[in-house]
């Protein structure tokens, strides 16, 4: 692993199933985030961490959840998919949370049908 | 509310310069980004800015006027390659980066 990496690229589920999309980050960065991205819109937050242990909601959280075990990973889980939840979703992470580029992983283009 | 401004697309020829501009309207401001993303790619990072002035970076540089509350990217010498979306982006009082909706640049030989 180098850098940021989100699992799977791509994913078509079925509306009402649970989707958990797996970001993992081997820079030992203490901030991580989830965003959406959508046509014609900035990029969104979903929900973000700034260390270990710690969690925090961004401008769209509802329908999500998000955990922070250890400093490496960060999941974002969708308790019950709906069609609006299809997006673009980058995960990405930075050394702390401000003042500092992030990195973003590829990519999760999910299609909820 | 918070507000990030940015031309939707801008065209160019190859070899040219081209300046983005980004306006914005945040609750604090702890420093502006941009990030290139090319199609179906991740945004990567090209500036920062905090303070009032001109960043330079090879082809590329970025300029911040905090009191106007405006930014621009120039990229130099265009090339082919540079056919992207361009992202302005804020970091906001509480330390959250608040997003424009792009600038498409489509470089034409």
């Known amino acids: 692993i180098a850098g940021i990496t989100q699992a799977p690229t791509s994913q078509i589920l079925a509306a009402g199933r649970r989707m958990t999309l797996r970001c993992t980050q081997d820079m030992r960065h203490n901030a991580m985030y989830w965003y959406r991205q959508d046509l014609g819109l900035g990029l969104r937050l979903i929900h973000y961490?700034?260390?270990?242990?710690?969690?925090g909601k961004g401008e769209v959280p509802d329908g999500y959840s998000v955990s922070r075990a250890n400093t490496d990973d960060f999941p974002l889980t969708l308790a019950s998919a709906v069609p609006s939840q299809t997006s673009v979703y980058f995960c990405?992470?930075?050394?702390?949370?401000?003042?500092?580029?992030?990195?973003f992983g590829q990519g999760t283009r999910l299609t909820v049908v | 509310g918070q507000n990030i401004d940015q031309p939707t697309e801008m065209t160019a020829t190859e070899g040219a310069i081209v300046q983005i501009n980004c306006t914005y309207q945040?609750?604090?401001?702890?420093?502006l980004f941009w990030y290139q993303q090319h199609a179906g790619e991740a945004p990567t990072f090209l500036s920062y800015n905090v303070l009032d002035g001109l960043e330079e970076k090879g082809r590329f540089s970025s300029f911040l006027s905090r009191s106007k509350g405006y930014s621009y990217l120039l990229l130099k010498e265009l090339q082919m390659k540079d056919s992207a979306s361009y992202l302005c982006a804020v970091m906001d009082s509480n330390y959250q980066l608040i997003w424009g909706a792009g600038t498409k640049l489509i470089i034409k030989p």
């Open positions: 945040t609750s604090g401001f702890n420093g």
């Open positions: 990405a992470s930075s050394p702390r949370g401000g003042g500092t580029e992030a990195f």
């Open positions: 961490s700034n260390t270990a242990g710690t969690t």
